[in-house]
């Protein structure tokens, strides 16, 4: 049974920083693109940042970049995402997803390519607010 257990949510002040973990059991991550996805009040999910299977080539959607930064540990079958500078706007329901290695793209990391993730963890709330 493949099981992603997003932590690291919470509620932090503007300008704060938070690391979000996803540890992985039931397949190797080092054969799998993984995404984080993040859902806001009302809106759809929508991707945020990408990671390939193999090159550690990444992907950030523009209202991350600079931001945020997502790595793996294929030792450990985890991917994280330090999150800097956190505004309100990113305030959210962040998931971890995991899916057969594509070419990360505005395409495949973004709301149109959710159907490319396999695998889906529960969801982390991270809220900004002072």
């Known amino acids: 049974q493949v099981q992603l257990v997003e932590s690291g949510g919470g509620l932090v002040q503007p300008g704060s920083s938070l690391r979000l973990s996803c540890p992985v059991s039931?397949?190797?991550?080092?054969?799998?693109?993984v995404g984080w996805f993040r859902q806001a009040p009302g809106m759809e999910r929508d991707g945020v940042s990408c990671i390939s299977s193999s090159d550690d080539n990444t992907y950030y959607t523009d209202s991350v970049k600079g931001r945020f930064t997502i790595s793996r540990d294929n030792a450990k079958n985890t991917v994280a995402r330090q999150m800097n500078s956190l505004e309100p706007e990113d305030t959210a329901v962040y998931y971890c997803?995991?899916?057969?290695?594509?070419?990360?793209?505005?395409?495949?990391?973004?709301?149109?390519?959710?159907?490319?993730?396999?695998?889906w963890g529960q969801g982390t709330l991270v809220t900004v607010s002072s």
């Open positions: 039931g397949l190797s991550l080092d054969n799998y693109m």
């Open positions: 997803a995991a899916g057969h290695p594509r070419a990360l793209t505005d395409y495949t990391c973004s709301r149109y390519g959710i159907w490319l993730y396999d695998y």
